[in-house]
């Protein structure tokens, strides 16, 4: 009992640890209250982009195509926070003396890491409430589980293939154009599938941006959660091998 209230205890001297870091860099900060914006806002003007579609591309229907890139927005700003604040640890070598303590370099980057996903994945069943309310809440909480791994996923591409703080923010660049590849969902064409190796792909297929539909919803949603947890795992593995050399 003893043991799990001094856990307790050290996880929330973290999170304030956290809190106060983002309360002082303004971008960080700004980062994750932006991140609660793209839902709300697609929400209101998700009529006008339909009008502005059909006027200026002759497009209908053009905020389905945006939907999914507003959803998967969140992801990919708090995401960023949180491997940038890695980055950040592991440049300063905090990390390093944190390796000294009862909550070791992997259980600090676990902590961050779980933080970061709960954050997305609120922000992702807000954001489908707002953007897909007359889905099922199944799906919601299921799109929701996907966002909050997305996130995840953003914060362990940064410290795995960044490295520096100078190379995260460069890299957090290529890391936005992911955000784009729900639209090759909308591809009528079995070739699309290709488009499968990259998680956030499959945000777009289960949301059928297509009406040309190759694979049963089922193995859909099957495929998609395995592609994320493949993904998930190997960034993960990445991230501790190259942490455990500092």
């Known amino acids: 009992m003893m043991q799990q209230q001094s856990a307790v205890k050290r996880f929330w001297l973290l999170f304030k640890s956290d809190a106060q870091n983002l309360s002082r860099d303004p971008i960080l900060l700004l980062a994750t209250l932006l991140s609660a914006v793209p839902a709300p806002l697609f929400a209101a003007y998700s009529a006008k982009l339909d009008q502005l579609g059909i006027g200026l591309f002759s497009i209908p229907n053009l905020s389905a195509y945006i939907a999914p890139m507003a959803l998967l927005l969140p992801a990919s700003l708090v995401g960023w926070v949180a491997g940038f604040l ?87 660049k290529l890391l936005n154009l992911l955000m784009l590849f729900p639209l090759i969902a909308a591809i009528p064409s079995p070739w699309r599938l290709l488009g499968g190796l990259f998680p956030s792909y499959w945000i777009g297929e289960i949301f059928a941006l297509s009406p040309q539909s190759y694979l049963p919803t089922a193995l859909v949603l099957a495929v998609a959660i395995v592609v994320h947890i493949l993904v998930l795992a190997w960034l993960l593995k990445t991230a501790v091998q190259r942490t455990e050399k500092l």
């Not at 950040?88 to 390796?99: F, G, K, S």
């Not at 099922?136 to 914060?155: K, R």
């Not at 362990?156 to 957090?172: D, F, Q």
């Open 86 to 172: 890695l980055l950040e640890d592991r440049d300063d070598h905090t990390l390093l003396a944190i390796e000294t303590t009862s909550v070791g370099k992997i259980g600090f980057m676990s902590y961050r890491l779980a933080i970061a996903s709960a954050i997305g994945g609120m922000l992702g069943l807000f954001g489908m409430i707002q953007i897909y309310p007359e889905h099922a809440l199944s799906t919601q909480l299921f799109a929701a589980l996907l966002v909050a791994i997305e996130t995840a996923i953003v914060a362990l591409t940064l410290l795995s293939l960044a490295g520096n703080k100078v190379e995260g923010l460069a890299l957090s």
